[in-house]
């Protein structure tokens, strides 16, 4: 069964520090996709990225960079000089390539970047 | 380029009551989720459509709760009888391919209260 896991229940900041929200998964396929959405408080989820199994290299948009280690069943993101816009809930996701085709979700991490 | 709309936004309704809420998804999206999220947790999958085939139903979909997509376009989730524990956010997302091929793009939800 696929599992994901996100540690940090919430991580507060002030402006300007970088942070690093965690996940890790599990799965027992070899192909499979991860994502990461952030929901600020209005509620919708905004997608951010997806990741195939097959690409480890990590990925720089802006200030959001993203570590992919499948070593460590791992797929972290860093948000680099937070900025008070970045406070929301943020959520890790995976889809097998097999059997269910729908995301399972972690219970987030809540995000607060003080000014 | 219209995102994923859900309607209504918020439903206030009293136990037993029955309820129904509309996702319209991305146009040229053929596959159509229903997720619900409750309070400090992540989204659970509900139930998947492919065009208007409903192809997968997770448990959590109980006796009380159905969902069409009669014309491959628009779906519905319906809840009788409802109890005080349906008390949840309701999201709908859409995509063009299957499983974690395809981005999953989430409407705005529609908040149910039941009191």
């Known amino acids: 069964a696929q599992k994901v896991t996100q540690a940090q229940t919430e991580i507060s900041v002030v402006e300007k520090e970088d942070v690093t929200l965690d996940c890790v998964y599990e799965t027992r396929d070899t192909t499979y996709y991860l994502f990461w959405y952030k929901q600020p408080p209005s509620g919708e989820l905004v997608f951010l990225i997806r990741r195939n199994s097959f690409d480890e290299q990590n990925e720089i948009s802006g200030r959001y960079s993203w570590n992919f280690q499948k070593s460590t069943s791992s797929f972290n993101f860093t948000i680099t000089a937070s900025q008070v816009v970045d406070s929301a809930v943020y959520f890790c996701?995976?889809?097998?390539?097999?059997?269910?085709?729908?995301?399972?979700f972690g219970s987030g991490t809540r995000l607060q970047v003080q000014p | 380029d219209t995102g994923v709309s859900q309607d209504p936004r918020h439903k206030i309704t009293k136990r037993g009551q029955n309820v129904t809420f509309r996702c319209d998804p991305i146009?040229?999206?053929?596959?159509l989720y229903w997720y619900r999220q409750t309070l400090g947790q992540g989204p659970e999958f509900l139930t998947y459509f492919q065009n208007e085939a409903q192809l997968e139903k997770s448990r959590l979909l109980s006796d009380r709760f159905s969902a069409e997509r009669p014309k491959g376009s628009f779906s519905t989730l319906e809840i009788q009888r409802t109890e005080q524990g349906d008390s949840a956010m309701y999201l709908c997302?859409?995509?063009?391919?299957?499983?974690?091929?395809?981005?999953?793009?989430f409407g705005p939800g529609t908040r149910l209260l039941v009191l």
């Open positions: 996701a995976l889809s097998e390539n097999t059997g269910r085709r729908a995301l399972t």
């Open positions: 997302a859409s995509s063009n391919r299957a499983g974690g091929q395809g981005t999953q793009y």
């Open positions: 146009s040229e999206h053929n596959r």
